[in-house]
């Protein structure tokens, strides 16, 4: 039984993989940014420097994205 399931495992790592990488395009294409490749980065690049948590992230990303925060005007190009 075990044997059975690591041959389908191994039959689907591809499919999963390549899912994934469709996944990372499509939100590349429209602008939503990947936070685990940004928290990766942060952990291998700086590593004295903590990530910022999955919320802040994203809300940074949508107030460069679209403008925002304090003291800023909405654009929406």
């Not at 685990?36 to 949508?62: C, G, K, L, N, S």
Request: hydrophobic content about 35%.
């Amino acid at each position: 039984m075990r044997q059975a399931f690591a041959s389908v495992r191994m039959k689907l790592d591809p499919l999963v993989c390549a899912c994934r990488m469709a996944r990372q395009t499509a939100h590349l294409m429209v602008g939503l940014q990947d936070y685990d490749a940004y928290a990766a980065h942060v952990r291998t690049t700086h590593p004295d420097i903590e990530p910022m948590d999955r919320a802040t992230f994203y809300r940074q990303a949508t107030d460069r994205r679209y403008g925002g925060g304090p003291g800023s005007a909405f654009r929406c190009c």
